[in-house]
């Protein structure tokens, strides 16, 4: 896994460009208070990254519709598993770096590939049931 930036499309090789939010979410994007936010879009097959906010530093890996929505189901269900715990959000990281067996740096779940995804979904449920026992 990889946070490097590439300028041409994983998926289909087309070119990725910078473009504001509203040109990927239109009108809601005052709604999700994306006004002034970038991302980073195949301006071939739509895949797409956002930005770490006021900047243009890409939150992860370009992504399919399908990549993206595992991607946000594996946040909901770790982000509510270190709330759970009571840990912070940088010792949830942590506690995930040492079980996937990476290193700091790259514990992102924006650079995640679909099975690392579900990793840390098994990992999270594996822990919930193990302190239920």
Not at 76 to 90: C, I, L, N, Q, Y
Request: proline share 3%.
């Amino acid at each position: 896994m990889s946070l490097e930036f590439t300028e041409i499309c994983r998926y289909c090789g087309g070119v990725i460009r910078a473009v504001p939010a509203r040109n990927v979410y239109g009108p809601a994007v005052n709604r999700l208070g994306l006004q002034k936010e970038y991302i980073y879009q195949c301006q071939n097959c739509n895949a797409r990254v956002g930005c770490h906010k006021g900047t243009l530093r890409p939150l992860g890996n370009v992504a399919n519709e399908t990549l993206r929505l595992k991607r946000m189901e594996t946040h909901r269900v770790f982000d509510a598993f270190w709330k759970r715990k009571g840990m912070s959000r940088t010792k949830g990281y942590q506690w995930l770096a040492g079980q996937m067996g990476l290193p700091e740096r790259l514990t992102h779940i924006g650079g995640f590939e679909m099975d690392q995804c579900q990793k840390v979904i098994d990992l999270c449920r594996k822990f919930e049931h193990e302190e239920a026992a």
